[in-house]
């Protein structure tokens, strides 16, 4: 069956850094566009970024651009999320989801999705 599974999360200062991984299996890897996804304590689960099958499509939620980045790597079956200068505002569960076709924003589209891990920024 198909799995996703997170790792990488955890509690870090404001200022640091946390690589987010997922790890794929169960699906033809190249064939899925791969998302991360989170969900704020107390809020609905939102957008964090996209990345094509090739990587040369990704997209990024305004809040995190020029501070997280997605890479995928298709030989491994993993997509990665590098966080950096993490914010209090970026405590939340992190889903990684994969979706058939083009990357989208909008998690309806999302077929398949992880158990989540939790990362904590702290003052």
């Known amino acids: 069956q198909v799995q996703l599974v997170e790792s990488g999360g955890g509690l870090v200062q404001a200022g640091g850094s946390l690589k987010l991984s997922c790890g794929v299996s169960g699906l033809t890897f190249i064939n899925y566009a791969m998302a991360w996804f989170r969900q704020p304590p107390g809020k609905e689960r939102e957008f964090v970024a996209t990345i094509g099958w090739n990587g040369a499509l990704r997209q990024y939620t305004d809040s995190v651009k020029g501070r997280f980045t997605i890479s995928r790597d298709n030989a491994k079956h993993t997509v990665s999320l590098q966080m950096n200068n993490l914010k209090p505002e970026d405590t939340a569960v992190y889903y990684c989801?994969?979706?058939?076709?083009?990357?989208?924003?909008?998690?309806?589209?999302?077929?398949?999705w992880g158990q989540g891990t939790q990362v904590t920024v702290s003052t």
């Open positions: 989801a994969a979706r058939s076709g083009a990357p989208k924003n909008d998690s309806s589209t999302y077929t398949f």
